[in-house]
């Protein structure tokens, strides 16, 4: 069975840094043609974070994160990242995985529908 597992959250103070490690089991991520991160905060809709396609140097990312996060891959490690920066109380919420094997297209790649694999989750709270 194919499974994203995240790993990685906590408790950090505004300010801090924490990187969220996203393996797959049963599959290397090699065969996700498209890999992201997506967040929920309580009371509030899943949004996008960031997001990298196989193939494609650029990496894509929320206006709202964009200098703090980076995303990166690791093949040989079959691992997906969200290195965090600067933390913000606002970044609280709980980090989700999601890949998807097809291509998914610039216009789609903030959608969490065009995701069709998801992990479970992972809480990230920052304090202030």
């Known amino acids: 069975q194919v499974q994203l597992v995240e790993s990685g959250g906590g408790l950090v103070q505004a300010g801090g840094s924490l990187r969220l490690s996203c393996a797959a089991s049963?599959?290397?991520?090699?065969?996700?043609?498209?890999m992201g991160w997506f967040r929920q905060a309580p009371g509030k809709e899943r949004e996008f974070v960031s997001a990298?396609?196989?193939?494609?140097?650029?990496?894509y990312t929320a206006d709202s994160v964009k200098g703090r996060f980076t995303i990166s891959r690791d093949n040989t490690k079959n691992t997906l990242y969200l290195q965090m920066d600067s933390v913000k109380p606002e970044d609280t919420a709980v980090y989700y995985c999601?890949?998807?094997?097809?291509?998914?297209?610039?216009?789609?790649?903030?959608?969490?529908?065009?995701?069709?694999?998801w992990g479970q989750g992972t809480q990230v709270t920052v304090s202030s």
């Open positions: 999601a890949a998807n094997r097809n291509r998914i297209i610039l216009s789609s790649i903030r959608r969490k529908e065009s995701y069709s694999s």
């Open positions: 049963g599959r290397t991520i090699t065969t996700y043609s498209s």
């Open positions: 990298v396609r196989n193939g494609d140097t650029n990496t």
